[in-house]
């Protein structure tokens, strides 16, 4: 059980143009959801926080205009990079996390964004 | 904040030998650690965890103690398999503003196996 799905898996776009991505909780419903970003070699960087129905808290540093997040019901989250540009490459992961209050996170294998 | 510090890799290990990968963090409040894993094309899964002080976590053969008195939850095995080979992360949970918990990852050590 506690699966956690993303697409796509992969993406490359050319800069200036957006990319939506998709995180979804296949077998339990998610009240929170959580976005991270990896670089090469490096953690997983907490992005964000969302709640369903209700606006991401963003991490400091995090521009909230570039990265989009909607979680709109309780299995679907998604990520958009808007005008993205080639320092956005990066691989951005989800997790979930189903009753509130319960802790452990369910993490989705991954999207690898390149933009060209 | 919270900040985590894994040993780097990559780890190569024969089958049958001993692991360790070394884990060491700062925090404040009452922080607890984690160990995740990767395999190669799947998510972060849990391995195992701890929620208080010498508290042992373990899973699948692996294992790692709680220590505060030098903030650390080293991840031990003590006989590797070629299908242990993955990503290994050590993670902490913190308080998130307005409740809920969060959780501050180390960089991640790839453990290779080999026959």
């Known amino acids: 059980g506690a699966v956690v799905s993303q697409h796509p898996s992969r993406v490359i776009c050319k800069s200036g143009t957006s990319v939506k991505i998709e995180c979804r909780s296949l077998?339990?419903?998610?009240?929170?959801m959580f976005w991270y970003r990896q670089f090469p070699k490096q953690s997983l960087m907490l992005m964000a926080t969302?709640?369903?129905?209700?606006?991401?808290?963003?991490e400091q540093g995090v521009e909230k205009d570039k990265f989009l997040i909607n979680h709109a019901s309780l299995t679907l989250s998604t990520l958009t990079v808007t005008s993205a540009h080639p320092e956005d490459s990066s691989f951005y992961i989800c997790?979930?996390?189903?009753?509130?209050?319960?802790?452990?996170?369910?993490f989705g294998p991954g999207t690898r964004l390149t933009v060209t | 904040g919270n900040s985590v510090t894994q040993m780097e890799g990559p780890v190569t290990l024969s089958e049958e030998a001993f692991l360790t990968i070394n884990c060491t963090y700062t925090?404040?409040?009452?922080?607890?650690p984690f160990w995740y894993v990767q395999y190669p094309g799947e998510g972060l899964q849990l391995l195992l965890k701890a929620t208080k002080a010498d508290d042992k976590g373990s899973n699948k053969g692996f294992e790692a103690t709680y220590r505060k008195e030098t903030t650390s939850f080293h991840l031990e095995k003590g006989s590797v398999q070629v299908s242990d080979s993955a990503v290994y992360f050590c993670a902490l949970s913190g308080i998130l503003t307005g409740g809920g918990n969060k959780l501050t990852f180390g960089t991640g050590t790839q453990l290779k196996v080999e026959l």
């Open positions: 925090a404040t409040g009452y922080p607890s």
């Open positions: 997790s979930a996390r189903g009753l509130a209050g319960a802790f452990e996170q369910y």
């Open positions: 969302s709640n369903e129905g209700s606006k991401a808290t963003y």
């Open positions: 077998d339990f419903q998610a009240t929170t």
